[in-house]
């Protein structure tokens, strides 16, 4: 099974399937910091990072955003003194795509640089 | 009546006084685009900024944050697309205390930068 984290993540159509349950199975071990959750009905991916102050926090925020930018799919960044909480999901399918689980990983991989 | 935007925040203690009832009455119009929200129990301060992108959100959260770093009282900032949340009270005394008030009127001020 090809590495997440090195898989590009696609543009996002209104119409694009949602993740089944059989790919969950298969693409959540490969994330498994990431909690699934569900908000207003719709189904995230969200994972809290932890930070020893309130500017490594923002660092690691912006990171994100960068990869964010880069990727052109965005997720919500909490920001908060020794902390920052991820979540990804895809707005046009109000639930995840497989890009979620990519990004999820991209994140990850935040944490190595 | 003193603007709050140019007084200085306070180190806060955990047995500061949290805001009375008079004195929202007095401060909370000097920050009218702030909702007092509870959450846990606990009163905030909450502002939804409004931005064209992810870029110009992302960069929102950085001057928020360098505020709060000058200052030594950190909020929670939550950045989306288009959007950033931000969240202020004070975690010793588990509410809102003066500082929260300056602090949002600070973060107003940003906007004008």
Known sequence: MEDLSTMQCEACRPEAPRVSEDE???LH???P???IIEED???RLQRVFKFGNFAEALDFTN???ALAEEAG???AILTEYGQVTVTWWSHKIKGL???DFIMAAKTDQLLKH
């Open 24 to 26: 969950i199975r298969e």
């Open 29 to 31: 071990p490969q994330v």
């Open 33 to 35: 910091d990431w909690e």
């Open 41 to 43: 009905e719709v189904r």
């Open 63 to 65: 990171k994100t955003g």
């Open 73 to 75: 799919h965005h997720p």
């Open 97 to 99: 795509h497989k890009n």
